[in-house]
């Protein structure tokens, strides 16, 4: 068993930054990748950003490339989102998940992830 609970959301200005933070418990970290996702209002939940369980690869959807990092801190067990130059279209239910399949792939299908926090709102105004 994982568990996971985000933080960091709130509101911020069209341009502003956000950090978000997960904090993993329950199976040793280093041992599974970790990936954040999004679900806004009426759409499907979608992948945003993942890092290995080293921390050395990172994969991120086109439209938050140059504008959001993905990082881990395994000796603190937590993954964090550095979000910025945020646009309006950023406001979603974020969420950040665990996948537990061995090898190093990097996965962005939600249905393969085994772990989920409850999710952390962010809403960017325009």
């Known amino acids: 068993q994982v568990q996971l609970v985000e933080s960091g959301g709130g509101l911020v200005q069209a341009g502003g930054s956000l950090r978000l933070s997960c904090a993993a418990s329950g199976r040793t970290f280093s041992g599974y990748a970790m990936g954040w996702f999004r679900q806004a209002p009426e759409k499907e939940r979608e992948f945003v950003a993942a890092?290995?369980?080293?921390?050395?690869?990172?994969y991120y959807t086109n439209p938050v490339k140059g504008r959001f990092t993905i990082s881990r801190d395994n000796a603190k067990n937590t993954v964090n989102l550095q979000m910025n130059s945020l646009k309006p279209e950023d406001t979603a239910l974020y969420y950040c998940?665990?996948?537990?399949?061995?090898?190093?792939?990097?996965?962005?299908?939600?249905?393969?992830?085994?772990?989920w926090g409850q999710g952390t709102q962010v809403t960017v105004s325009s």
């Open positions: 890092i290995s369980r080293s921390g050395s690869t990172t």
């Open positions: 998940a665990a996948d537990l399949a061995p090898g190093p792939v990097i996965r962005t299908t939600p249905r393969t992830y085994d772990y």
